[in-house]
């Protein structure tokens, strides 16, 4: 079952930004897409990408953003049961944002092996 998402006060009437954010809120939803920018992958496959992200959450951030309109689930009428994952146009167009995010966190955020070092 998908989380109930609550209406936020409406703080800055018209901010895109703020409405855009709603969209990829969520600690995989970016994540999902950017795996998704490289073509169309499966359930599993998404899985198996994403080390950390338990079924249920899986689950839940796919429905969230196939409401939303970035993805689109295709679902095959077979046995066993096949449901493929891609982005719809609408998800494609986020793909320079995506990029960008990416190539930020790569100028601006330090490395793991930094971190680490830092630790200890």
Excluded at 44 to 55: A, L
Excluded at 72 to 93: C, H, M, N, T, W
Aim: overall charge positive; aromatic content about 4%.
């Amino acid at each position: 079952m998908a989380r109930i998402r609550h209406p936020k006060p409406n703080a800055s009437p018209g901010c895109r930004v703020e409405r855009v954010l709603d969209l990829i809120d969520g600690k995989w939803k970016g994540v999902i897409l950017y795996q998704l920018m490289a073509g169309t992958l499966r359930f599993n496959e998404i899985r198996r990408k994403i080390n950390n992200v338990t079924q249920r959450m899986l689950t839940n951030q796919l429905r969230e953003l196939e409401e939303d309109g970035l993805i689109v689930r295709k679902v095959y009428a077979q046995v066993p049961p096949k449901v493929e994952y891609s982005l719809s146009d609408r998800g494609r167009s986020l793909e320079p944002v995506i990029n960008s995010l990416k190539a930020w966190g790569e100028a601006h955020l330090p490395t793991l092996e930094n971190e680490q070092d830092v630790a200890a």
